[in-house]
């Protein structure tokens, strides 16, 4: 299983469909899609939401931005995450060829 943030960006029209059941069909559709919800948030600033997701893949992960950009009309920008151990690891291994 991997990690992956999900930043949320309302549009105008996104914004005025916002409810209890739409936030529930969200969760039905990372389910779906074998992800597992670490924490959901509504954030002030130039995002509007960010969500931690653990999915098997990267390709699922994908497929979840896609399916939530076509239920709600809000823009996600999904990244992948390693925790800093790992990623302090990743640096000192890596090689310059």
Excluded: C, W
Aim: glycine share 6%; net charge negative.
């Amino acid at each position: 299983m991997s990690i992956f943030l999900l930043f949320g960006k309302y549009s105008p029209e996104a914004i005025k469909d916002i409810r209890a059941e739409r936030t529930e069909k969200v969760r039905e559709i990372i389910k779906k899609y074998n992800g597992k919800i670490i924490s959901m948030y509504a954030v002030m600033g130039e995002l509007d939401l960010v969500f931690t997701v653990d999915f098997p893949d990267g390709k699922n992960a994908i497929a979840v931005s896609v399916a939530l950009y076509k239920l709600t009309g809000i823009h996600f920008v999904t990244s992948p995450v390693v925790d800093v151990e790992q990623f302090d690891t990743l640096l000192t291994e890596a090689e310059v060829i």
